[in-house]
């Protein structure tokens, strides 16, 4: 098996864990082997630490999940002070991206600036695309073209680390906002986020969730990412992300048939806390037995990753 290299990094597989499902990687070193997964993307770092949104924040349904976490987390003080240093003692090398996610460019701008100086992670991950995160009349930052050159304008003179731009799946020329993410420098690009959705208890008319509506999740998802990356591989020259629906190998390889680089394993880790490893391992072996289709896009890109001393 060789190791993937993106934006710099050696990732020993295609497969990371995708930001929300694995908290700052605490659950990992529960369940795996550190070797058994490419690496893990963190929950969404805000410059204040957020409650989120009231209980309850996850409900399953037949085809999927619906979640409205509200980017619940401790905050950048407490990331930087405790969450940082514990994963540089539990997590070696594995690569790990932090998400970031602001209500504002200068917000998105704290985050980063607050972090570059620290050692423990290789990348960041923007979250301009979360649907639990109301601005701009509901749309997150992914769906407003000038607020989205906004945030990088604030953000890219601020890292010398790689910046990975998440994207919402309802946008409707997502090839167009990935390309005008590279153009204001962005090295990378993740699709997708989830979808917004809405369910009700038949019973009382009641949402299932607190919250009211949420983000949509799990194997409905498949086809939704896998035109997203379609598109977006095929307008922009950075790596690409593929997310959504991922819950085995197989579905990873469409994702890579489609022009992903690398992919992540989101909802299928709450039913299955193994199904990353699962995935990783099976990509590896139909790149043992077929080179040919894995990957379908070419995995080294140019990036940046600071050395430490």
Same mark, same amino acid.
């Given at each position: ?28 070193? %529960?369940?795996?082997?550190?070797? +058994? ?15 989120? !949104?009231?209980?309850?924040?996850? &409900?399953? @349904? ?10 619940? !987390?401790?905050?950048? /003080?407490?990331?930087?002070? %405790? ?23 200068? /917000? @998105? ?40 050159? #906004?945030?990088? /304008? ?32 962005? +090295?990378?690009?993740? &699709? ?18 607190? &919250? ?38 197989? +579905?990873?390889?469409? @994702?890579?048939?489609?022009? #992903? ?34 990957? &379908?896009?070419? #995995? ?10």
């Amino acid at each position: 098996m060789r190791p993937t290299r993106v934006f710099g990094i050696d990732f020993q597989h295609p497969v990371l864990l995708a930001a929300g499902t694995c908290g700052f990687g605490e659950p990992v070193i %529960d369940v795996m082997d550190l070797g +058994d997964i490419g690496g893990i993307v963190t929950k969404s770092v805000t410059p204040e630490p957020r409650s989120g !949104n009231p209980a309850p924040r996850v &409900a399953e @349904y037949r085809h999927g999940m619906l979640n409205s976490v509200g980017l619940a !987390n401790p905050g950048l /003080e407490a990331v930087r002070r %405790d969450k940082l240093p514990w994963m540089r003692q539990h997590l070696g090398k594995l690569p790990v991206i932090v998400s970031v996610a602001g209500h504002t460019p200068e /917000e @998105y701008g704290q985050v980063v600036e607050g972090l570059e100086g620290e050692d423990g992670f290789q990348a960041f991950e923007l979250n301009l695309s979360c649907p639990n995160d109301a601005r701009l009349g509901g749309r997150p930052f992914a769906l407003d073209p000038e607020s989205l050159q #906004a945030v990088l /304008e604030v953000v890219r003179p601020k890292t010398v680390r790689p910046l990975i731009v998440k994207l919402a799946p309802n946008d409707p020329d997502i090839a167009s906002t990935a390309a005008l993410a590279v153009a204001h420098g962005a +090295d990378g690009i993740t &699709a997708v986020n989830t979808v917004p959705g809405y369910l009700t208890h038949g019973s009382t008319g009641r949402p299932v969730l607190g &919250a009211g509506p949420g983000g949509t999740s799990g194997p409905a998802m498949l086809p939704v990412g896998l035109a997203a990356v379609r598109q977006v591989a095929q307008r922009v020259d950075v790596p690409v992300i593929g997310v959504g629906g991922i819950l085995s190998a197989d +579905d990873a390889l469409l @994702y890579f048939q489609a022009g #992903a680089t690398m992919v992540g394993v989101g909802t299928g880790s709450f039913a299955d806390p193994r199904c990353g490893p699962r995935v990783a391992l099976g990509v590896a072996r139909a790149q043992s037995a077929a080179s040919n289709v894995y990957p &379908a896009r070419a #995995a080294t890109a140019p990036g940046p990753v600071p050395s430490k001393s």
